[in-house]
């Protein structure tokens, strides 16, 4: 099974900050890492795919990037809809495994 | 307009079975792989089980190979998750889960239903 190990756990943050989130895999993964952001009793919604796609319907202030074992999600300026928690996930092999996830609160 | 709607969360007691369904609809259900992940309260996301789209393999989490069985009907559309022996650690809301390309078991989870609650309690 590979880890995936996600920092930090939690941040706070502003609106109009820039915020970055890091997943580490526990070996190479290419770029077979999708992100998720899950709002408070909701179901997770799929935010950026293979490294760096970033899903239809959601704004270009998100991007990600990295390969191998080391990746980024970055929100270039942070709005109020953003806060929420985000969840690196490998698709790298089965079994698929996440991250601890990162909560991103408002400071 | 992907729509997926999980039922037959339930309360059951230790050592029970329960078994889940999907309701697929908006997508070409025979097409795409499916999923199911679950979240404990409070925790993160877990992967639970997949299924191809021809139905003809199969992948669990080791915390529940042998004891859940992840299958579809395409008649009806349906995803099911049979769960068995079950523990307190499988207390989660179960989410039903789209892949995000035809034809391909990506695990990439593009479309989530709503979830629905398991809790395995005395």
């Known amino acids: 099974e590979i880890q995936v190990t996600q920092s930090p756990s939690s941040l706070s943050a502003s609106v109009g900050d820039r915020v970055t989130i890091t997943c580490r895999a526990g070996?190479?993964?290419?770029?077979?890492i999708n992100w998720y952001q899950q709002k408070p009793g909701k179901a997770p919604k799929l935010l950026i795919y293979?490294?760096?796609n970033l899903q239809s319907g959601f704004p270009s202030r998100f991007g990600g990037s990295g390969s191998g074992t080391d990746f980024t999600l970055t929100i270039v300026s942070l709005q109020p809809e953003d806060f929420a928690t985000y969840y690196c996930?490998?698709?790298?092999?089965?079994?698929?495994?996440f991250g601890q996830g990162t909560k991103v609160e408002i400071k | 307009e992907v729509q997926l709607v999980e039922s037959g969360g339930d309360l059951v007691q230790p050592g029970g079975s329960l078994r889940l369904s999907c309701s697929a609809s908006?997508?070409?259900?025979?097409?795409?792989?499916m999923h199911w992940v679950r979240q404990a309260p409070g925790k993160g996301l877990e992967y639970v089980s997949a299924?191809?789209?021809?139905?003809?393999?199969?992948f669990y989490a080791d915390s529940v190979k042998g004891r859940f069985t992840i299958s579809r009907d395409y008649s009806t559309k349906t995803l099911f998750l049979e769960m068995s022996n079950l523990s307190a650690d499988d207390t989660a809301v179960y989410y039903c889960?789209?892949?995000?390309?035809?034809?391909?078991?990506?695990?990439?989870?593009?479309?989530w239903g709503q979830g629905t609650l398991v809790t395995v309690s005395p």
């Open positions: 889960v789209k892949d995000l390309r035809e034809w391909e078991l990506l695990g990439v989870f593009h479309s």
């Open positions: 908006g997508f070409t259900f025979s097409s795409y792989a």
């Open positions: 299924i191809n789209s021809n139905g003809g393999s199969t």
């Open positions: 070996q190479s993964i290419n770029t077979y």
């Open positions: 293979a490294a760096s």
């Open positions: 996930q490998q698709s790298y092999t089965s079994p698929w495994t």
